[in-house]
């Protein structure tokens, strides 16, 4: 006859270990990178000249923006919030830095980051201190930061001439573009800080649990702040790239969806909305999927809208395997 004690140890130990199924075969680190990987040989075997250097720099060319974004809403998605407003202040600092480029780069660009830490500070005003929802307060200030920029742009573009600037969206430093060195730097920091700050830490207790975090002494209110106003900076040097590249400011255009593909990156990239995990590398190589994603079915002449059906599957099945598993 079995031991009631003992049946009760077994019951409990196989509630411990769940069945993740599907699940396993998306690991964070590896399963978007081997996503990646068949992508990018596929294309390089029958897509025609997708393999070649001056392609794959074109690739790292339109995507430094989005992964600059992205970085950014890993910190916030990892702390358990979201920022819709990304797409939005990149447009505000286009307008901001163009109509002051006039009066040197660097008072441009001051004033222009300026805006960027304010919507920020303002985001994490709301969510972090007025305990608003996350998601209605950052579409709500999407809706009301495109207006700002297009009533202090008057709706217009606004073109400007100033080789210096323009060179941070067209310059290159040796052979690699300045963009993407930018988008580089800004890798590399989120990297340290997550895997060997304090800071890095705080933000996935936060995003694990809240009020556990806040009991063993963090305050979760000003991480939150922080990492609004690093997802802003962020989003404002993505503005000023934008920018540069272009030769002028666009309140209408910049930044348009940029809210929408940074999240794809950070969600395929293994940082999952449930918060409490930060996979910075994760989040480029989800970025670089989805370029690789459009790249080739423009060369291939399939209709753009087919790559976003693409994208949308792949999100969703990214989502299906992070969720929460009943035990």
Avoid: H
């Amino acid at each position: 006859m079995d031991n009631p004690k003992q049946s009760k140890t077994q019951m409990k130990s196989k509630k411990q270990k769940p069945d993740r199924g599907w699940g396993t075969l998306w690991n964070p680190n590896f399963g978007a990178f081997a996503a990646l990987l068949i992508l990018y040989v596929a294309n390089a075997v029958f897509t025609p000249r997708f393999a070649t250097v001056s392609n794959t720099l074109n690739m790292l060319l339109q995507v430094s923006t989005t992964m600059l974004v992205a970085v950014g809403m890993t910190f916030v998605i990892a702390s358990r919030g979201i920022d819709l407003t990304v797409g939005s202040t990149m447009a505000l600092v286009s307008v901001i830095v163009a109509l002051l480029i006039k009066y040197g780069m660097t008072v441009a660009i001051l004033f222009a980051l300026s805006a960027a830490l304010l919507v920020g500070f303002i985001n994490g005003f709301l969510i972090s201190r007025l305990k608003l929802d996350a998601l209605i307060t950052t579409l709500a200030a999407l809706i009301l930061w495109r207006g700002i920029a297009q009533v202090i742009g008057d709706g217009k573009l606004v073109p400007f001439v100033n080789p210096t600037f323009e060179a941070l969206g067209k310059g290159y430093l040796g052979s690699i573009p300045i963009q993407v060195v930018i988008a580089a730097v800004a890798i590399a920091g989120a990297f340290f800080c997550i895997r060997s700050t304090l800071f890095g830490r705080y933000i996935v207790a936060v995003g694990g649990n809240e009020e556990a975090a806040r009991l063993a002494g963090i305050r979760a209110e000003r991480v939150k702040y922080i990492v609004y106003i690093i997802s802003a900076l962020l989003a404002g040097v993505a503005g000023l790239v934008e920018t540069a590249r272009l030769g002028m400011g666009d309140p209408s255009k910049v930044g348009v969806n940029a809210e929408f593909d940074a999240i794809a990156a950070v969600v395929v990239g293994g940082t999952p909305f449930s918060g409490g995990r930060a996979n910075v590398l994760g989040t480029v190589v989800g970025a670089l999927l989805m370029q690789v994603i459009s790249t080739s079915f423009n060369m291939l002449l399939i209709p753009f809208t087919w790559s976003l059906v693409l994208k949308s599957v792949i999100i969703l099945f990214a989502i299906f395997l992070q969720r929460p598993r009943e035990v």
